[in-house]
């Protein structure tokens, strides 16, 4: 599994577009990119994934370069309630028959949003 | 539609004692998964199971043991709980895509708080 790098935290005012970074300079053909939000006291949600240029969706968008070394989230217009931990994953898209996939959660970046 | 349900949400339990925790999911999901968070760092991966009936070792398998005997659920087992497993479990569960595309994003549920004295 392709290791990701990412800031532990950031912080943000409130109404602001918000772009995290992840590196994942190891990434193998057939990894895709996934990022996951994660409230206190609560699991993981699913926020975006994506394989090579951009994505969109009503949440979040990811863009990610020709290389696929790397890849950042943008939160558009950020409130108090973005504020939580975000997890970026590389993981085989086509796992073997009777597989699944392993993901690999780092310490993630926490992001603090404030007035 | 309540997603993935994990029973209980709180437990305290002495060293040695055992108990199962109980992932239940109406998705109609093949692969379920159960990960171990503890404070301040990210889910590591315990057991996971890619159908009825089938389980695999994941990233931190000792000391616990799991069975999927039906779809819907799967449950993880600690024979005889020791401190060092107190943490935060998550169940999560994906669909199989037609077409080998098997990897689809996991949808979680809201933890098992787990201690042990």
């Known amino acids: 599994l392709a290791k990701t790098t990412q800031p532990i935290s950031m912080d943000s005012y409130e109404g602001q577009e918000v772009n995290i970074t992840c590196s994942h300079n190891?990434?193998?053909?057939?990894?895709?990119i996934t990022w996951y939000q994660q409230f206190p006291s609560q699991g993981p949600r699913f926020i975006i994934q994506?394989?090579?240029t951009k994505v969109t969706n009503e949440v979040a968008s990811l863009f990610i370069p020709a290389d696929r070394k790397s890849s950042t989230l943008s939160l558009p217009r950020v409130s108090l309630s973005d504020t939580a931990v975000y997890y970026c994953?590389?993981?085989?898209?086509?796992?073997?028959?009777?597989?699944?996939?392993?993901?690999?959660f780092g310490t993630g970046t926490r992001l603090q949003v404030t007035l | 539609n309540a997603g993935v349900t994990q029973t209980p949400k709180f437990r305290v339990l002495k060293t040695g004692q055992s108990m199962t925790l109980l992932c239940a999911q109406d998705m109609n999901h093949e692969y379920m998964y159960w990960y171990r968070q503890d404070p301040g760092m990210g889910l590591r991966l315990i057991h996971y199971s890619v159908g009825e009936g089938t389980t695999a070792k994941g990233e931190v398998p000792d000391g616990y043991n799991v069975s999927r005997l039906k779809k819907q659920n799967f449950l993880l087992g600690l024979e005889s709980a020791a401190p060092s497993q107190t943490s935060v479990y998550f169940c999560?569960?994906?669909?199989?895509?037609?077409?080998?595309?098997?990897?689809?994003?996991?949808?979680f549920g809201d933890g098992t708080r787990l201690s042990i004295l």
């Open positions: 994506g394989y090579k």
């Open positions: 999560a569960s994906s669909y199989l895509r037609s077409g080998g595309y098997s990897n689809q994003p996991q949808h």
């Open positions: 994953l590389v993981g085989d898209r086509r796992a073997e028959t009777g597989t699944a996939s392993k993901l690999t």
């Open positions: 190891n990434i193998a053909t057939n990894d895709y």
